[in-house]
């Protein structure tokens, strides 16, 4: 199995995210460090903020997909649909006027 790199990086952030509440845990990290909050505290908002735009992102593919396949004909492809099918029937009452004349499929009258 071959993993992209944003996949890639994506195992990376959480490594870090699950290694630092190991450490916090287990009592080798203490939070009460005010420095190490505060830069703890931008690298899970930065990391919520990438994941809450990847989320957005595939969120709004999926509701696109959702909006634009339940739609209907527009008027102008509507208009297409019957002139298609006024020359389906234009062109079978030419076959049968034809086959009534004596005409070949070509289109070419036959001697008599």
């Not at 593919?61 to 006024?86: D, N, W, Y």
Request: a positive charge.
């Amino acid at each position: 199995m071959k993993l992209s790199r944003w996949t890639l990086l994506w195992l990376l952030i959480v490594g870090v995210l699950v290694a630092i509440w190991f450490g916090v845990y287990v009592g080798w990290i203490n939070p009460g460090n005010v420095v190490f909050s505060f830069f703890l505290i931008v690298l899970g908002v930065v990391v919520l903020a990438v994941l809450a735009l990847i989320g957005a992102v595939f969120l709004g593919m999926v509701i696109s997909h959702r909006i634009m396949a339940g739609q209907a004909f527009t008027p102008f492809e509507e208009e297409m649909l019957k002139m298609r099918q006024e020359v389906r029937d234009l062109r079978d009452r030419v076959e049968s006027i034809a086959e009534k004349l004596g005409a070949g499929p070509d289109g070419k009258g036959r001697a008599r």
